[in-house]
Every structure is written in C-alpha cells, then in structure tokens.
C-alpha cells in the first residue's frame, strides 16, 4: 500500500503542470477616428494586458479621423505589452487614412478579402491651408507613416505613396506589396495563420522582446465599448452636434420670448451642453460658430427690436453660412449633410416669422389696461355739456369736457385721457 501511494505521489510530481488559458481579446470598431476611439482603443489595450492575453485583434472599418487621436492610439500601441493585430474587415471595410497608419503601426496587420488601404493623404480640418503649410503637413505625415512602415519591416515606399499621393489597393495587392502581413476571411482563419508566429515587442517592464504567439486554440473574448463611450460616440456625429446645438438655441428663445415656460428652456440649456460637448471631441470651424451664433443674438434682437424682419432674416443668412462652415465639408464623415441644414434653416426662419407676426399683431391691439384703453369707450353723460361736468363709465364716474351739446342722459364716447379729466363727444344712439 506504501508503495503504491509513493507511486502516485511521484506521478503526481513529475506530471507538468496544467497550461493557464490562452485567451484573445478581439475588439471591434466601425466609424472614424475620434477622441472617443482612442479612448477605446486604450482601455481595450489595457484590458488586454490585465488579463495577459495572447493577443489583441482590433477588428477595423475606418474612413480615417484625426491625426491626434491617430497618433495617441499609436503611442499606446507602441508600449503595448500585449500583441496587437490590426484586422481590416469584414469584406467591404477599409482602412483608409488614419486606418491605414495604425494597420501599418500594429505588430501584425491583416486584411479580409474584398476590403481596401490607403489614401492617406492629410486633409485641413480647420479651413484651407496655403502651399507652404500644405507641403509642410504633407512631409511630417509622409515621414510619420515611413518610420512606422520601417519599424515593423513593411513597405515603406508604398506607404509614403499613399501620403503624398493619396493611393488605395485591394487586401490581395497589399500582402503582394509586403503593406501586411496576411490575408484571412474571418478571425478563427486569422489566429490559425497567426500561430507560431514570432512578434516583437518594444513595451513591457522586461524592455524590448519577441514572443512567440499560441493562438491556434485560444479563447476569444470580446471587448465591448462601455455605455458611457456609446453615448460620447453617438455625439460625436456632426449631424446630431448641429442638431443639438439648434435646439438649444430654439428653446432659450422660446424661453426668453415666454418667460415663465421652464421647460423649453431647461431642454434648451442641456441640448446646449451636449451639443458643446459634442464640439470639444469634433475638428470645429470657429467662424462657422462664431456665424452660429450671431445667428442667436440676432434672433434674440428681434424679440425686443422693431426691426420689422430684418434681423431675423439677418439670423437666418447667418446661420446658414455658419452652418456651411462649422465642419470641413471636404472630409465627408465630417459633413453636416444639406439634408439637416435646408430643413432646419427652413424651421428656423418658420419660427422666426411666426414669432415676429406675433409681436406685430400684439403692438397693433388697442391697450387693454391704464386709462389708455378707456379711449373709444362709450359712457353716459350725467351733466349737460359744452363745458364741463361727469360722466358715466364702466360704472365709475368721471370727470369730462367737451364742446358738442350734450344732454344728461346722452351716450358719449371718450376720445382721450388726459390725467383724470376725459374729452368726449356726443354719441348718437344706434337705431
């Protein structure tokens, strides 16, 4: 029995131990690049790392973005102490612009058949720019893209072309051309081509390394954007942004117009912070805003002004142009579609109109209140006129001249106020 138990006991020694899970974290974006994505992209790298993955696939479809939320996604891969593949799929997607220099940046890029890279080229997101800086802008991508290219062995020529001249090719022509690393039609075909292969890391306590990927059997697990990205990313659209931003400004002036309201102008005030939100995490023109909002004072003049329409359709001029211009209409994930801004200038000027028509049939009423509106009124003469005597009124009596004959008795209409003394004339009955 001793001999035994000793037997199993060394089994059990010598037996290795149990392997941990491998485990890859796949991440999946659609959209362009923006704060919020980089975001994302680092708290998904951070995930990875916390659970010491095998490998991280960011799975992308991109038009491009803004070169500083490009280039802080890429600082963080560059200290990544995790693998990272970028993915270009499913079949459709692109990687184009910011997309092509973070596939080109990642330790592994890989493409699914039928998608595309490229078209690079740098692009004024705060109005036009003059030869000078545009050369200038131009070089520091090219040279930008080169490095990245040269630091994971890729071809580094073709990814200068597609800076300066703005070229694009298939998933086939870019592992020909050495811009990836492979083409696979989904992911598990992506982690079996990937296993065995050797990558090298410059992140990481232990400093520069290669490691060698297991993938082949690997767990996947899916890093989803947390609720409160959702909601910044869903913001983020400039369409929704100018939407907000109308909004906010429809409801304080309906607010300051009907004071009193509440409502309007509590939508109004958090339509604004959401739409001002939304333009802190988008490339904005100040002058489009700047129009924006000289649209909003002008329609705020009308309210207390006569301008009898021409600040309105100053607002409205104004708006419009500012409309045009707040996003760089030559980058289309940025464009305010015409779509939006044609149906909301024409709601706007509706309002502005139906408004103004308002304040002109209140100026045009007859004063209701003060001695004011006791003119044209009909009272009863109690003494006999010319000169002067009293009169009935509304029940009051009051003190009143006048130079027409007029018996106690007769009806009389008040032609003006002056203090406390009313100048009437006789009123002839109505038959």
């Known amino acids: 029995m001793r001999h035994l138990l000793g037997t199993l006991v060394l089994l059990l020694v010598l037996l290795p131990a149990t392997a941990p899970a491998r485990e890859v974290v796949l991440l999946t974006f659609d959209g362009p690049i923006s704060p919020v994505a980089a975001e994302f992209f680092t708290a998904g790298i951070d995930a990875a790392q916390e659970r010491n993955a095998e490998l991280l696939i960011i799975q992308l479809d991109t038009p491009g973005g803004l070169d500083t939320s490009m280039r802080s996604i890429i600082k963080r891969m560059s200290t990544s102490t995790v693998p990272i593949a970028v993915y270009v799929a499913p079949a459709g997607a692109r990687a184009a612009s910011a997309g092509t220099f973070l596939?080109?940046?990642?330790?592994?890029?890989?493409m699914a058949p039928g998608t595309n890279i490229g078209a690079a080229s740098p692009v004024s997101l705060t109005g036009g720019m003059d030869e000078t800086m545009a050369a200038k802008v131009t070089n520091?991508?090219?040279?930008?893209?080169?490095?990245?290219?040269?630091?994971r062995k890729r071809n580094a020529h073709w990814a200068e072309l597609a800076v300066r001249k703005g070229?694009?090719?298939?998933?086939?022509?870019?592992?020909?051309?050495?811009?990836?690393?492979l083409v696979a039609k989904d992911v598990p075909e992506l982690l079996t081509a990937l296993d065995g292969?050797?990558?090298?890391?410059?992140?990481?306590?232990?400093?520069?390394?290669?490691?060698?990927?297991?993938t082949r059997d690997a767990t996947l697990r899916t890093f989803e954007m947390s609720w409160r990205l959702r909601v910044l990313n869903i913001l983020a659209n400039p369409n929704l942004a100018y939407l907000l931003l109308l909004l906010g400004f429809y409801g304080l002036i309906f607010e300051l117009s009907s004071p009193g309201s509440i409502g309007p102008g509590i939508l109004g005030g958090i339509s604004l912070i959401l739409g001002f939100y939304a333009l802190q995490v988008?490339?904005?023109?100040?002058?489009?805003?700047?129009?924006?909002?000289?649209?909003?004072?002008?329609?705020?003049?009308e309210l207390v002004v006569p301008s009898f329409g021409m600040l309105t359709m100053g607002g409205i001029v104004s708006m419009f142009l500012g409309s045009l211009l707040l996003f760089d209409r030559s980058v289309p994930?940025?464009?305010?579609?015409?779509?939006?801004?044609?149906?909301?200038?024409?709601?706007?000027?509706?309002?502005c109109v139906l408004l103004l028509g308002a304040v002109i049939r209140t100026h045009r009423k007859p004063p209701t209140t003060g001695l004011e509106a006791l003119v044209n009124q009909v009272g009863t003469s109690r003494s006999p006129f010319p000169g002067t005597g009293t009169v009935l009124v509304h029940g009051e009596l009051w003190h009143a001249m006048s130079r027409d004959t007029i018996a106690p008795g007769d009806l009389v209409r008040i032609v003006s106020v002056k203090g406390l003394t009313l100048t009437v004339e006789r009123r002839e009955k109505e038959v």
């Open 333 to 351: 994930f940025l464009r305010i579609s015409l779509a939006v801004i044609i149906p909301a200038i024409a709601a706007t000027a509706a309002f």
């Open 197 to 214: 292969r050797r990558v090298h890391l410059e992140g990481g306590p232990g400093g520069s390394r290669e490691v060698s990927l297991s």
């Open 167 to 181: 070229v694009s090719i298939s998933a086939e022509e870019a592992k020909r051309l050495a811009v990836i690393d």
């Open 103 to 110: 596939t080109i940046a990642a330790h592994l890029a890989a």
């Open 282 to 301: 988008l490339p904005v023109n100040y002058a489009g805003l700047l129009l924006i909002l000289l649209a909003l004072a002008l329609f705020l003049l």
């Open 140 to 151: 520091d991508a090219a040279a930008y893209i080169r490095s990245l290219a040269e630091q």
